[in-house]
């Protein structure tokens, strides 16, 4: 999976494997979670998002993906 740097506070990158709909989340923290079965058109609204942290949130945690955390 590519990430791509997203300008966030909190959020350092964001990638997406249209193979398996997986869509990757790189924190400053060095935390890495990955959301399963998650639509394309989820992760590029990353990228008009105004606020890359609440987008995650509202749009990928509450939408209720299941994820794992890979490091």
Not at 10 to 38: K, N, W
Not at 60 to 67: F, I, L, S, T
Request: net charge negative; glycine share 12%.
């Amino acid at each position: 999976m590519e990430y791509v740097p997203v300008a966030s506070s909190t959020i350092g990158a964001v990638g997406y494997d249209p193979d398996s709909a997986t869509l990757g989340v790189r924190f400053h923290s060095g935390a890495e979670y990955h959301y399963f079965q998650v639509p394309q058109g989820v992760f590029d609204g990353f990228f008009t998002a105004s606020s890359c942290g609440a987008y995650l949130d509202q749009y990928v945690k509450k939408a209720g993906y299941q994820y794992a955390r890979v490091m």
